[in-house]
């Protein structure tokens, strides 16, 4: 221990610990290695040593001086106490919390060692040894504010508010009348809103607003003071005082939302459905104007009447509210009213205003009913805006013709090429799509959102090196690649794993789904310092806010993607595993000499591969120096492509990982089930495919993959072997009491079921799809699976505009269709004439190669530049694409 060494060699110990906290660790070293040259065997010299070295990425040696420190000093709290701070830093945070556990059993009451183990229980939702820390410091040290604090919070999260709010009492007993002093006012104010949050969560109304105005003068942060004020008076039915506050706030901030939520429910006109009567809704109107003539330069309070107003009403404000958006031109506008498309006839009020006013302003150069002349622009803006009405509805043709005017009218503006892009994209067209996209770019090369989208449709039309090309040029210098992985470009990487697997590079797709985990991962870890700056600044109820959205992160729509972007990766690894073993029999084959120079190919290949990757990452590294003064060496990625995350010898248990996430956090998602049930059919565990399925139907009985799965289960059940083993029939037993609480199979067979499915769904394609697929399954009739396919009709549907109808089918659905009929059927001749078909109802689509599609365009170019050059006068399709081979 460092007490018993020589007051010089002790000196030097204190040297030590100040160097590793100022970060001298060549200073710290040094004065290590003085002291073990007379004491070799001190074990907490070695465990200094030890972290230090580890500071400065030397962790094997690291590791092994700190666990010989601790072999030579078992009963010393500090060698424990290294222990677990050099696991803390590998975020080993269990074993971590085991040393400073044991360190305390050496030392119990060592201040530093209890707050380093209260911020690991924090960071691992230890909540009830979170509480226990905390008290314990208290006790050990009661004047220190943070103490109580964090006492306080730690009580709060182990679900304990009264308790919490007891303890912020006792504390401001502590405190003295004149106190804070004017250095401390932000965060006693702080504290004091925690307090009356922590009340409102008790449901202690009157006694929160008691305590907020009884401190109104020690609150510095008066906007939180008012809103909660506010909050307050509307939940204890205060509704005149609510709204006087209410109409304050909105006198602060005209454009917030929020107080105009707040002031429809004081005044009693709210609706979480936002439906109205006509009655509220000319109270509504009557509200909003007068706000209006007080607020004349909101556009909040124009905006909000679009959503209950009806009819002519409707149509008058949002007229109101579109013409000077139009002069001005704000490319924004048709994202602003997207929500009312999904509101019915307002698509159709919408079209029919926005073509009188491109009508007017073509004829008089103004709007109706106004003898001002427009700029020449509000035309382009009317067109642009028209486009992405019709793209929205469906009708590509119509957008195309709009967005194509609008381009003749003004060829300069970048965002015209933009929405032409996301028209062709929906259209099917994803290589035309990315090339506007890529004309768009570069029009402005310094715009990283154009950048960003035109990558994103390169990457839709699985033009990935291109993609990769176009993102970097935002990036540093150097190892560009992964600077697209340090900035958690998770679109980016969720985009070209998709693009992957569709490529089916199944070791691709892994990689850049992982590395979206990696990400969530390191978000996670990013809270640890926040534990400890929160309670110094007294940030507390940002600090619950953050801890609470963590606890939710998985949940986060990129996760999810990514997550089951990995199971389905395993999924088509475990249907399909590698077929390496094939390669090397085609390889034995090849005469020797062949066979040598093949090799030799290789070896050069992946010779020059390694020296390409290895240029690479001195190129990253080179200059990076950290401050402590270290070369920042970024370590060489072994597996670049993937394919070691392939060599796995069970991909389901893999993938099984990931869906426990997604069952934890993402259970209200109908894929989350739909893979479960995939990969514990595919298990054959029985039982939990079954949950999954009880989950389908609760969820979504009638969605066409939660039929097949259910027609699938019990088909697959019935075709097992009798049971024999006590599990075997506990199961059976299982599955025959369970199978009466499935109502599609009341007194039915499976085709029973089936037929009556398709009585029900019979106008959808996706449904008539799905009982095709169960009629091949449970008969093997292909011939009658195949016929009702193809003898589904595509009608008419209302487009909820005035220009026509569009089809019911879409092009993602008939692709899927497309796929059944070649793929799971085997029928090349059904896919050919199903493709001829989509490709009328879809003459943009690449995949069914449409009339109007790029790469008909491109082959009509090709037949006449060899007609014009005078070689041929006709070259037949199919003789093209041998050529191109």
């Given at each position: 221990?460092?007490?018993?060494?020589?007051?010089?060699?002790?000196?030097?110990?204190?040297?030590?610990?100040?160097?590793?906290?100022?970060?001298?660790?060549?200073?710290?070293?040094?004065?290590?290695?003085?002291?073990?040259?007379?004491?070799?065997?001190?074990?907490?010299?070695?465990?200094?040593?030890?972290?230090?070295?580890?500071?400065?990425?030397?962790?094997?040696?690291?590791?092994?001086?700190?666990?010989?420190?601790?072999?030579?000093?078992?009963?010393?709290?500090?060698?424990?106490?290294?222990?677990?701070?050099?696991?803390?830093?590998?975020?080993?945070?269990?074993?971590?919390?085991?040393?400073?556990?044991?360190?305390?059993?050496?030392?119990?009451?060592?201040?530093?060692?209890?707050?380093?183990?209260?911020?690991?229980?924090?960071?691992?939702?230890?909540?009830?040894?979170?509480?226990?820390?905390?008290?314990?410091?208290?006790?050990?040290?009661?004047?220190?504010?943070?103490?109580?604090?964090?006492?306080?919070?730690?009580?709060?999260?182990?679900?304990?508010?009264?308790?919490?709010?007891?303890?912020?009492?006792?504390?401001?007993?502590?405190?003295?009348?004149?106190?804070?002093?004017?250095?401390?006012?932000?965060?006693?104010?702080?504290?004091?809103?925690?307090?009356?949050?922590?009340?409102?969560?008790?449901?202690?109304?009157?006694?929160?607003?008691?305590?907020?105005?009884?401190?109104?003068?020690?609150?510095?942060?008066?906007?939180?003071?008012?809103?909660?004020?506010?909050?307050?008076?509307?939940?204890?039915?205060?509704?005149?005082?609510?709204?006087?506050?209410?109409?304050?706030?909105?006198?602060?901030?005209?454009?917030?939302?929020?107080?105009?939520?707040?002031?429809?429910?004081?005044?009693?006109?709210?609706?979480?459905?936002?439906?109205?009567?006509?009655?509220?809704?000319?109270?509504?109107?009557?509200?909003?104007?007068?706000?209006?003539?007080?607020?004349?330069?909101?556009?909040?309070?124009?905006?909000?009447?679009?959503?209950?107003?009806?009819?002519?009403?409707?149509?008058?404000?949002?007229?109101?509210?579109?013409?000077?958006?139009?002069?001005?031109?704000?490319?924004?506008?048709?994202?602003?009213?997207?929500?009312?498309?999904?509101?019915?006839?307002?698509?159709?009020?919408?079209?029919?205003?926005?073509?009188?006013?491109?009508?007017?302003?073509?004829?008089?150069?103004?709007?109706?009913?106004?003898?001002?002349?427009?700029?020449?622009?509000?035309?382009?803006?009317?067109?642009?805006?028209?486009?992405?009405?019709?793209?929205?509805?469906?009708?590509?043709?119509?957008?195309?013709?709009?967005?194509?005017?609008?381009?003749?009218?003004?060829?300069?503006?970048?965002?015209?090429?933009?929405?032409?892009?996301?028209?062709?994209?929906?259209?099917?067209?994803?290589?035309?799509?990315?090339?506007?996209?890529?004309?768009?770019?570069?029009?402005?090369?310094?715009?990283?959102?154009?950048?960003?989208?035109?990558?994103?449709?390169?990457?839709?039309?699985?033009?990935?090196?291109?993609?990769?090309?176009?993102?970097?040029?935002?990036?540093?210098?150097?190892?560009?690649?992964?600077?697209?992985?340090?900035?958690?470009?998770?679109?980016?990487?969720?985009?070209?794993?998709?693009?992957?697997?569709?490529?089916?590079?199944?070791?691709?797709?892994?990689?850049?789904?992982?590395?979206?985990?990696k990400h969530y991962a390191d978000i996670t870890e990013d809270q640890f310092d926040f534990h400890s700056y929160c309670l110094r600044?007294?940030?507390?109820?940002?600090?619950?806010?953050?801890?609470?959205?963590?606890?939710?992160?998985?949940?986060?729509?990129?996760?999810?993607?990514?997550?089951?972007?990995?199971?389905?990766?395993?999924?088509?690894?475990?249907?399909?595993?590698?077929?390496?073993?094939?390669?090397?029999?085609?390889?034995?084959?090849?005469?020797?000499?062949?066979?040598?120079?093949?090799?030799?190919?290789?070896?050069?290949?992946?010779?020059?591969?390694?020296?390409?990757?290895?240029?690479?990452?001195?190129?990253?590294?080179?200059?990076?120096?950290?401050?402590?003064?270290?070369?920042?060496?970024?370590?060489?990625?072994?597996?670049?492509?993937?394919?070691?995350?392939?060599?796995?010898?069970?991909?389901?248990?893999?993938?099984?990982?990931?869906?426990?996430?997604?069952?934890?956090?993402?259970?209200?998602?109908?894929?989350?089930?739909?893979?479960?049930?995939?990969?514990?059919?595919?298990?054959?565990?029985?039982?939990?495919?079954?949950?999954?399925?009880?989950?389908?139907?609760?969820?979504?009985?009638?969605?066409?993959?939660?039929?097949?799965?259910?027609?699938?289960?019990?088909?697959?059940?019935?075709?097992?072997?009798?049971?024999?083993?006590?599990?075997?029939?506990?199961?059976?037993?299982?599955?025959?009491?369970?199978?009466?609480?499935?109502?599609?199979?009341?007194?039915?067979?499976?085709?029973?079921?089936?037929?009556?499915?398709?009585?029900?769904?019979?106008?959808?394609?996706?449904?008539?799809?799905?009982?095709?697929?169960?009629?091949?399954?449970?008969?093997?009739?292909?011939?009658?699976?195949?016929?009702?396919?193809?003898?589904?009709?595509?009608?008419?549907?209302?487009?909820?505009?005035?220009?026509?109808?569009?089809?019911?089918?879409?092009?993602?659905?008939?692709?899927?269709?497309?796929?059944?009929?070649?793929?799971?059927?085997?029928?090349?001749?059904?896919?050919?004439?199903?493709?001829?078909?989509?490709?009328?109802?879809?003459?943009?689509?690449?995949?069914?190669?449409?009339?109007?599609?790029?790469?008909?365009?491109?082959?009509?170019?090709?037949?006449?530049?060899?007609?014009?050059?005078?070689?041929?006068?006709?070259?037949?399709?199919?003789?093209?694409?041998?050529?191109?081979?």
């Amino acid at each position: 221990m460092a007490a018993s060494l020589p007051p010089k060699e002790a000196n030097l110990f204190k040297l030590i610990v100040k160097s590793y906290e100022t970060k001298q660790y060549k200073k710290g070293l040094k004065a290590a290695d003085a002291i073990l040259k007379k004491f070799p065997n001190h074990g907490e010299t070695l465990s200094m040593k030890g972290l230090t070295l580890n500071s400065m990425d030397r962790k094997p040696e690291a590791y092994e001086l700190v666990r010989l420190g601790l072999k030579n000093d078992l009963k010393s709290h500090v060698c424990w106490h290294v222990y677990g701070l050099l696991y803390r830093s590998d975020r080993e945070y269990r074993e971590a919390i085991k040393c400073y556990r044991n360190a305390l059993r050496i030392d119990p009451d060592n201040i530093e060692i209890l707050r380093d183990l209260s911020l690991l229980q924090a960071q691992m939702r230890d909540l009830a040894g979170f509480v226990e820390t905390r008290q314990q410091l208290l006790t050990l040290k009661p004047s220190h504010r943070m103490n109580w604090i964090g006492f306080a919070v730690s009580q709060h999260l182990n679900s304990n508010a009264s308790k919490a709010i007891d303890i912020l009492e006792a504390y401001e007993g502590t405190l003295e009348d004149n106190y804070p002093p004017d250095s401390e006012r932000c965060e006693h104010g702080e504290m004091l809103l925690y307090k009356v949050s922590l009340l409102e969560e008790c449901g202690l109304l009157e006694k929160a607003l008691l305590e907020l105005h009884k401190k109104e003068l020690k609150i510095v942060d008066k906007l939180s003071y008012k809103e909660m004020e506010a909050s307050l008076l509307m939940k204890l039915n205060r509704l005149e005082e609510g709204e006087k506050l209410y109409r304050v706030l909105l006198s602060m901030n005209p454009d917030n939302y929020r107080y105009y939520d707040g002031l429809q429910k004081c005044v009693g006109l709210h609706s979480k459905s936002g439906q109205y009567s006509s009655d509220e809704i000319d109270q509504l109107d009557s509200l909003y104007k007068s706000l209006g003539q007080q607020y004349t330069w909101s556009s909040a309070v124009k905006r909000i009447p679009l959503d209950f107003l009806e009819d002519v009403k409707f149509r008058d404000a949002a007229d109101n509210y579109i013409r000077p958006l139009l002069t001005k031109g704000v490319p924004s506008l048709f994202s602003d009213l997207s929500p009312l498309y999904d509101h019915p006839g307002k698509a159709n009020i919408l079209e029919k205003l926005l073509l009188e006013l491109e009508e007017s302003i073509k004829t008089t150069g103004g709007y109706p009913g106004r003898s001002d002349k427009e700029p020449p622009s509000t035309l382009m803006w009317t067109l642009f805006y028209l486009a992405q009405h019709y793209d929205r509805l469906g009708l590509y043709d119509v957008a195309l013709a709009k967005i194509d005017e609008a381009l003749q009218h003004t060829p300069t503006v970048i965002d015209l090429y933009s929405v032409k892009s996301k028209i062709l994209k929906h259209g099917g067209d994803f290589a035309a799509a990315a090339e506007l996209a890529d004309e768009a770019r570069c029009m402005d090369l310094a715009d990283r959102y154009v950048n960003s989208q035109c990558a994103k449709r390169m990457l839709q039309a699985d033009q990935v090196p291109l993609a990769e090309k176009t993102a970097v040029l935002f990036t540093k210098d150097g190892d560009q690649h992964n600077n697209l992985h340090d900035m958690q470009c998770m679109w980016y990487e969720i985009a070209c794993g998709e693009s992957y697997f569709r490529q089916g590079d199944l070791g691709r797709a892994l990689k850049n789904f992982l590395a979206v985990e990696k990400h969530y991962a390191d978000i996670t870890e990013d809270q640890f310092d926040f534990h400890s700056y929160c309670l110094r600044k007294m940030t507390l109820r940002s600090y619950i806010e953050m801890l609470r959205f963590q606890d939710r992160l998985h949940a986060h729509a990129y996760f999810r993607k990514a997550a089951i972007g990995v199971i389905k990766c395993y999924i088509k690894l475990y249907d399909s595993p590698l077929k390496s073993s094939t390669e090397e029999d085609e390889l034995a084959k090849l005469p020797a000499a062949q066979k040598k120079k093949l090799r030799q190919k290789q070896r050069k290949a992946e010779a020059r591969a390694k020296k390409e990757a290895e240029v690479k990452s001195e190129e990253a590294n080179a200059g990076g120096v950290s401050k402590s003064g270290k070369r920042q060496v970024r370590p060489v990625d072994p597996d670049p492509h993937g394919e070691k995350l392939l060599q796995t010898e069970d991909p389901l248990m893999v993938a099984g990982k990931y869906l426990k996430l997604l069952q934890k956090h993402s259970s209200n998602f109908l894929e989350t089930h739909l893979l479960s049930f995939e990969v514990n059919m595919r298990k054959k565990k029985i039982l939990l495919a079954l949950q999954a399925l009880k989950q389908l139907q609760r969820m979504d009985p009638v969605n066409p993959d939660a039929h097949k799965c259910l027609i699938r289960f019990f088909h697959e059940v019935a075709s097992m072997p009798d049971p024999t083993t006590d599990g075997e029939k506990l199961v059976s037993g299982v599955l025959e009491a369970e199978r009466p609480t499935f109502s599609q199979l009341h007194d039915k067979s499976l085709m029973e079921a089936n037929t009556v499915f398709l009585e029900q769904h019979k106008d959808s394609l996706l449904h008539r799809a799905a009982v095709a697929e169960m009629i091949y399954c449970l008969e093997g009739n292909k011939g009658d699976a195949v016929k009702l396919i193809e003898e589904s009709a595509n009608n008419f549907v209302s487009s909820n505009g005035s220009i026509g109808s569009v089809r019911g089918w879409k092009l993602k659905d008939c692709a899927a269709v497309h796929k059944i009929l070649g793929t799971l059927f085997n029928d090349n001749d059904a896919a050919t004439r199903w493709k001829l078909r989509c490709a009328e109802y879809f003459p943009y689509s690449t995949y069914f190669e449409g009339r109007l599609c790029s790469t008909q365009a491109s082959n009509k170019d090709s037949k006449q530049m060899h007609a014009e050059n005078g070689s041929v006068e006709f070259i037949p399709s199919n003789a093209l694409k041998n050529l191109a081979i």
